[in-house]
């Protein structure tokens, strides 16, 4: 009886192994685009405190910050050439 329930632990922790290797690939990709929509956030803070002096502002919201997030500094370029252009 002792040696079924060892044989069923050790075939939890390698199904548990497997499933976890399985479904960690996509949760670090999901983490990282939220870690970047935080730096995008951060960026477009940035701009509107510079941006306060020259009457300029872009607007927080998910998309924008995915935006910058993805793309970087020049996603953030992108964002304020559109609102320079007034396409936002």
Do not use: E, Q, W
Not at 6 to 19: G, P
């Amino acid at each position: 009886m002792d040696n079924r329930i060892i044989l069923i632990f050790f075939a939890c922790i390698a199904i548990l192994i497997v499933f976890g290797k399985y479904f960690a690939f996509p949760l670090k990709k999901i983490l990282k685009l939220i870690g970047n929509s935080l730096l995008g956030a951060l960026i477009i803070f940035l701009i509107n405190l510079v941006g306060t002096s020259f009457n300029f502002h872009i607007g927080f919201s998910i998309i924008n910050s995915i935006i910058v997030g993805i793309l970087g500094i020049p996603g953030a370029i992108l964002l304020i050439l559109l609102k320079v252009f007034g396409i936002v």
